[in-house]
Nanobody, 121 residues
Framework: VQLQASGGGLVQARGSLRISCAAS????????MGWFRQAPGKERDFVAA????????YYADSVKGRFAISRDNAKNTLYLEMNSLKPEDTAVYYC???????????????WGQGTLVTVSS
C-alpha cells in the first residue's frame, strides 16, 4: 500500500493542527495504522496507532491527552489531530501501515514520505 502524508506546517505553541495520510488502495482497512515522528538528530519515535477497525488506539505518553488518531476506511485516510502543541513536537511526521505490533517501528512494512510540523514558541 502506498501512503501519502499531508497537512504539516508552521503553528504556534498551544495551537492545533490536523495531519492526514491517504492510502492508495482499499486494502487500507486491513492494516493497523500508525504515526511516527523524527526530530532533527533523533531517532524515529512512535506517536500513535489505531487498529484496523478504529476501535483500539495507542499513544505515546508524551502525546496522550493532546493528540487523537482516527481513520476513515471509506476514504482510505488516516488522521492525527494535534492539540496543545509544544515546540518539542516539532518533527517530520510519518504514517505507516502494519499487520504486526502497533508500537514498534520495525513492525511497519509500509511508510509514507513524511510531513513536517514546526511548532514555534
Amino acid at each position: 500500500v502506498q501512503l501519502q502524508a499531508s497537512g504539516g506546517g508552521l503553528v504556534q505553541a498551544r495551537g492545533s493542527l490536523r495531519i492526514s495520510c491517504a492510502a492508495s488502495e482499499r486494502t487500507f482497512s486491513r492494516y493497523t495504522m500508525g504515526w511516527f515522528r523524527q526530530a532533527p538528530g533523533k531517532e524515529r519515535d512512535f506517536v500513535a496507532a489505531i487498529s484496523w477497525d478504529g476501535v483500539t488506539t495507542y499513544y505515546a505518553d508524551s502525546v496522550k491527552g493532546r493528540f487523537a488518531i482516527s481513520r476513515d476506511n471509506a476514504k482510505n485516510t488516516l488522521y492525527l489531530e494535534m492539540n496543545s502543541l509544544k515546540p518539542e513536537d516539532t518533527a517530520v511526521y510519518y504514517c505507516a501501515a502494519t499487520t504486526g505490533r502497533p508500537v514498534s517501528p520495525s513492525a511497519y512494512a509500509y511508510w509514507g514520505q513524511g510531513t513536517l510540523v514546526t511548532v514555534s514558541s
